[in-house]
């Protein structure tokens, strides 16, 4: 995995940004609000849908029709699960500490969107007779940024503890910064591993959940770039 050189940039690029916060979020403007199309639209499609994403030229096209799943499916729930509870986290913390209203209606979206979507996945881990995570746990990390044996540590886009203890800590300008650093990096992340679930998952629904990440998730980055001044 890539954590090492990308927490490390990802911290450059945090105490870099921190310093011109003001500035740049104020000249964005209204511009950022509601510009991405976020996921939440999708997630309804994820829990009920009986159409796949998988088309019969897909290498799992025959097992999306039959709805069965497979390894990659699991894997998929598994590690998203944890995954978009430490979005849900980041999001909690900007009613109160962000400045933006944009970053404010972000990260609504954010909890709007991943809150059902790990709700759908429970159902499915259950259905399959596997274990979900512990509700409101973190497998692989603990708060203390230390990583446990599960190796959720090692997801794309998650954040250690330092950074999350940083982000608690932040206010205001340097607050929308940090966020909306942190937040670009851990959909990126999420972005990976939805591709690798359409690549090789076999699970209509799981495919189709995969899909409606990449694309509400690769539009909230364009949003976030945006009002950090970057495109």
């Known amino acids: ?20 916060a003001a500035l740049v979020l104020a000249a964005c403007g209204s511009d950022g609000a509601g510009g991405g199309s976020g996921h939440g639209g999708g997630h309804s499609s994820a829990s009920s849908s009986s159409t796949p994403s998988a088309t019969s030229s ?47 209606d972000l990260a609504a979206r954010v909890e709007e969107a991943q809150d059902p979507e790990i709700k759908t996945m429970t159902g499915w881990l259950r259905s399959w007779g596997q274990a979900p995570s512990e509700a409101g746990s973190m497998p692989g990390m603990d708060h203390s940024g230390q990583a446990g044996t599960s190796g959720a540590h090692d997801m794309p886009g998650m954040m250690d503890g330092k950074d999350m203890d940083r982000l608690e800590k932040a206010s205001g300008a340097a607050f929308d ?8 990096e851990h959909h990126e992340g999420a972005v990976q591993m939805a591709a690798a679930q359409k690549e090789k998952g076999a699970y209509g629904p799981a495919r189709a959940m995969a899909d409606d990440i990449v694309t509400g998730q690769s539009a909230e980055i364009a949003e976030m770039r945006k009002l950090l001044g970057e495109d």
């Open 177 to 184: 910064t940090m966020f909306l650093t942190l937040m670009i």
């Open 58 to 104: 897909s290498p799992a096209g025959a097992d999306a029709a039959s709805g069965t799943h497979n390894d990659q499916d699991v894997a998929f729930a598994q590690g998203m699960i944890p995954h978009h509870r430490q979005a849900l986290e980041m999001a909690a913390l900007a009613a109160g500490r962000a400045s933006s209203a944009q970053v404010k």
């Open 1 to 20: 995995m890539r954590n090492t050189r990308t927490t490390l940039t990802r911290r450059a690029a945090v105490a870099a940004a921190s310093a011109t």
